[in-house]
């Protein structure tokens, strides 16, 4: 089994950062791709960012676009989420997310491997 541990949220300000992580264990993993998953109060679990593990091509949701950066260490087995100029409207929780089949979409079900989430509030 593959466990996926998200580590990195808190409280911020508006314009400020913050990184999350996320770190693979179990079992030889060699996943075709990692994402992170936001779910706001109230709201449906969004897709934010992923990657490839191979290529290392991404992929961003318009709203986080030229804020936030998604990168990967193969050998750590770890995914990172970077979150510059945050705004209150990224505030949730965020899920980190992993696929060893291919991803044709990014519909929180092809994803088979989630971690427990980590809260991200960003306030004014």
């Known amino acids: 089994q593959v466990q996926l541990v998200e580590s990195g949220g808190g409280s911020a300000q508006t314009g400020d950062s913050l990184r999350l992580s996320c770190a693979a264990s179990?079992?030889?993993?060699?996943?075709?791709?990692m994402a992170w998953f936001r779910q706001a109060p109230g709201k449906e679990r969004e897709f934010v960012a992923r990657?490839?593990?191979?290529?290392?091509?991404?992929l961003y949701i318009n709203p986080v676009k030229g804020r936030f950066t998604i990168s990967k260490d193969n050998a750590k087995n770890e995914v990172y989420l970077q979150m510059d100029s945050l705004k209150p409207e990224d505030t949730a929780v965020y899920y980190c997310?992993?696929?060893?089949?291919?991803?044709?979409?990014?519909?929180?079900?092809?994803?088979?491997?989630w971690g427990q989430g980590t809260q991200v509030t960003v306030s004014t």
């Open positions: 997310a992993a696929s060893e089949a291919v991803v044709v979409d990014n519909r929180p079900e092809n994803y088979a491997y």
């Open positions: 179990g079992r030889t993993f060699s996943p075709y791709a």
């Open positions: 990657i490839r593990w191979v290529s290392g091509g991404f």
